[in-house]
């Protein structure tokens, strides 16, 4: 069962690919960047998520 921190950083990677390809598309390379920002981040986060569900397994 996903923890709130896995969810939390799945939402945000979506959030930041869907950023990505809109800054991609109109070429505003800030948007871009924020984007792939925005995805490191929702990694980091979920993986923080899988490190406490295993833990708590």
Same mark, same amino acid.
């Given at each position: 069962?996903?923890?709130?921190?896995?969810?939390k950083g799945?939402?945000?990677?979506?959030? #930041? =690919?869907?950023?990505?390809? *809109? &800054? /991609? !598309?109109?070429?505003?390379?800030?948007?871009?960047?924020?984007?792939?920002?925005?995805?490191?981040? #929702? =990694?980091?986060?979920?993986? *923080? &998520? /899988? !490190?406490?569900?295993?833990?708590?397994?």
């Open positions: 069962m996903a923890n709130d921190d896995q969810a799945k939402a945000k990677d979506i959030g #930041g =690919k869907i950023k990505e390809e *809109v &800054g /991609d !598309v109109t070429g505003n390379d800030e948007l871009k960047r924020d984007g792939q920002t925005d995805q490191a981040e #929702g =990694k980091l986060q979920k993986g *923080v &998520g /899988d !490190v406490k569900d295993k833990l708590s397994d």
